[in-house]
């Protein structure tokens, strides 16, 4: 199995690696220097946004999206897929997703979106790793429709290597400096599909494989599909949990060799006032491998009006060092939007410090 993780620029982190969501090209409610005191390695990009915001021509003149954006960490995108299969399937008749790619429609313009455009604008934007156009599979899917989106990721993956690779030479990028692309496991709750996912993608060879789809079964986290890639997958290759996910997923995760994550909770759960706590009281004794080792907190709640503690001893960052329960119950009551920095700040050191105690545990 990989040990570290290799930017760009030669620079490597170890893994496990957490991404925080920053979709336009910013962690909501943050400053790039608010997510490096949180100490996570990076941030991930949505490059459908993005470059809707930026535009190709601009990325590509600054060097890649990082040097437009004055960010100097590590950066990943994603293929811009998902947000584009929402907005064509809720399009009704002006949206297609057909083998040649997705059509759809914004502000009355019709759009045209394929996995050599998601690969091109991912070389434009020069991030660390790039993954590749996959059809997702609903988790409601039938067998039948479950094989489509196997059979057209598969079809679509193979058209994204080959413009990955001509891309490297076109830019005449040397072998150590490309960025990771990623395949994407689709199937669904079928086993036999996403054996037959793996099977396809590996043949044409990625340098590593996400979990592809929904990652939900029936109320609790598909565990039993997350094993199952990381059973058949071949054990050199990167594992990335796409959108996973909640703490404890993740711990189950890293012990079956997943390597790296991102998701939206910690910062859309911070806006809406849950906080991540570990049980432990100082950082030192925080046991990821026990269960329920964390809490959440909630500064709504009325009893907290009252608390003169941290939200967490076993954290320390800027909310925690600097303001007490019972005045961030107050300040959330009086709508102070700055406490939504602070929750965001929290949040995220929490994932933080779970990679550092994931990594050290290796
Ligand atoms: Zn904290």
Same mark, same amino acid.
């Given at each position: 199995m990989q040990k570290n993780f290799r930017r760009l620029d030669g620079m490597t982190l170890p893994y496990p690696l957490f991404f925080p969501d920053a979709t336009r090209g910013e962690v909501r409610q943050l400053s790039f220097e608010d997510v490096k005191k949180v100490g996570l390695p990076g941030i991930l990009v949505n490059t459908f946004h993005l470059l809707r915001l930026v535009g190709t021509?601009?990325?590509? #003149?600054? &060097? &890649?999206?990082?040097?437009h954006l004055g960010w100097d960490k590590a950066m990943i995108s994603d293929s811009g897929g998902f947000q584009i299969m929402s907005i064509a399937k809720k399009g009704g008749d002006n949206s297609t997703v057909t083998d040649k790619g997705v059509t759809f429609t914004i502000d009355g313009v019709k759009h045209h979106f394929s996995p050599e455009d998601s690969i091109k604008y991912q070389m434009a934007m020069r991030? !660390? #790793?790039? /993954? /590749? #156009? !996959? !059809? %997702?599979?609903?988790? !409601?899917?039938?067998?039948?429709?479950? #094989?489509?989106? /196997?059979?057209r990721t598969t079809l679509w993956a193979k058209r994204c290597k080959a413009t990955y690779l001509a891309e490297c030479k076109r830019l005449n990028i040397p072998r150590d400096r490309r960025p990771y692309l990623i395949g994407? /496991?689709? &199937?669904?709750? %079928?086993d036999d599909l996403r054996i037959q996912s793996i099977r396809e993608l590996t043949e044409i060879g990625f340098d590593g494989y996400g979990y592809g789809g929904w990652v939900m079964r029936d109320g609790k986290f598909d565990i039993a599909t997350a094993k199952l890639m990381a059973d058949n997958l071949p054990k050199d290759s990167v594992l990335y949990g796409l959108g996973i996910g909640k703490p404890d997923d993740i711990v189950k995760c890293v012990e079956l060799g997943y390597q790296i994550f991102d998701c939206v909770l910690p910062t859309r759960d911070a806006r809406h006032g849950r906080l991540y706590v570990y049980k432990a009281k100082e950082i030192e004794k925080i046991d990821v491998y026990q269960d329920s080792f964390y809490e959440y907190y909630n500064p709504r709640q009325a009893q907290h009006l009252e608390e003169n503690a941290p939200v967490s001893t076993a954290c320390d960052c800027e909310l925690c060092m600097t303001v007490t329960r019972a005045e961030l119950a107050k300040r959330w009551r009086e709508r102070d939007e700055r406490v939504l920095r602070l929750a965001t700040i929290h949040n995220l050191r929490f994932y933080a410090i779970l990679m550092e105690k994931l990594g050290s545990g290796n």
């Open positions: 021509e601009k990325t590509e #003149l600054a &060097g &890649g999206i990082r040097s991030t !660390d #790793l790039m /993954v /590749v #156009l !996959d !059809d %997702f599979t609903p988790p !409601d899917a039938t067998y039948e429709e479950a #094989l489509m989106t /196997v059979n994407v /496991v689709q &199937g669904a709750y %079928f």
